[in-house]
């Protein structure tokens, strides 16, 4: 681990990022940091990342590690403090909200563990959503959407019926459906077999190693080894750090400075669990 000098800044930092090429994650040296009132929680301290086009990585780490501030920002659901993030080499970490949410429905597919469908919406209408909201033409969705059903191994008798009927294989089938339909570049999964039983979890398993094999890129959260197993690659984060990396590690006036906050005297533990 090199510290970034005492004197330096987050932004300082960023001089050590290789330059931007196509790859479609490119994270370097992000910083988040919530601000609530005169305290501050450092949940990401400089985290570095690269993915390419069909890999499938796992990031895991314990409760309170930062994994979903990772995804968070990772899915443009959240903006970093400090630090950089390409997607496929554009720019997006200082884009306003309006095109934040343009970009995250076009280039970014969501996976939850708790599916986050519409109960009562057949998978058809659950899955075509999406092309609605990027203005997808009426003549191309049915076949978009079928496509996406059937590289989720969604049954076809399961098409016409609404989640609320179904087990939660098949609703996360659903849900995988609909995170492919826009063709995104990147799938992003938040303990998708979380809510599953094993088995059940090791079908939804191979169906994303089977979409890694079509060449998709995805990066799928657990705090479980035997998930992360699944993936090419696993990164391990602790205390808002990755620790496989070599990685700059902001210090704590580095992180006040970048959240523009005084550097209180005391701060929660990074462990502390919501
Ligand atoms: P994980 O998903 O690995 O459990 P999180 O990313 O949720 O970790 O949290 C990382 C740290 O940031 C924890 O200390 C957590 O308490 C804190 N945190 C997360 N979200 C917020 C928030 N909205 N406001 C303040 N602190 C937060
Ligand atoms: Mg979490």
Redesign the pocket.
């Known amino acids: 681990m090199s510290p970034v000098s005492a004197t330096g800044t987050a932004a300082d930092s960023e001089a050590t990022c290789p330059p931007v090429g196509s790859a479609v994650i490119e994270v370097c040296n992000v910083i988040?940091t919530?601000?609530?009132g005169d305290?501050?929680?450092?949940?990401?301290r400089g985290v570095s990342l690269h993915v390419e086009e069909g890999e499938f990585i796992a990031i895991m780490?314990?409760?309170?590690?930062?994994?979903?501030?990772?995804?968070?920002v990772l899915g443009l659901l959240d903006t970093p403090t400090a630090g950089s993030y390409h997607i496929r080499g554009a720019d997006v970490s200082k884009l306003e909200e309006i095109e934040l949410a343009e970009v995250r429905a076009r280039e970014i597919g969501f996976v939850f563990q708790s599916f986050n469908l519409l109960p009562r919406a057949s998978s058809i209408r659950n899955v075509v959503l999406p092309l609605i909201y990027t203005r997808v033409p009426v003549h191309e969705r049915q076949a978009r959407v079928e496509a996406a059903l059937r590289a989720a191994d969604l049954e076809e008798s399961l098409w016409g019926k609404a989640p609320n009927q179904m087990s939660g294989g098949q609703m996360q089938r659903v849900a995988i459906a609909r995170s492919l339909v826009n063709n995104p570049a990147l799938i992003l999964a938040?303990e998708p077999t979380g809510n599953l039983d094993t088995k059940t979890g090791a079908f939804i398993l191979k169906t994303f190693e089977r979409l890694r094999d079509e060449g998709r890129t995805i990066v799928l959260?657990t705090?479980e080894p035997e998930v992360a197993e699944h993936a090419d690659r696993t990164i391990h984060?602790r205390d808002?750090l990755i620790t496989d990396a070599e990685t700059a590690y902001a210090t704590d006036a580095q992180l006040a400075a970048a959240a523009q906050v005084e550097e209180p005297t005391t701060r929660?533990?990074?462990?502390?669990?919501?």
Request: aromatic share 6%.
């Open positions: 988040k919530y601000v609530n305290t501050y929680t450092p949940a990401l780490g314990p409760s309170g590690s930062g994994k979903s501030t990772l995804m968070n938040d959260i705090h984060i808002g929660p533990e990074a462990g502390d669990v919501r």
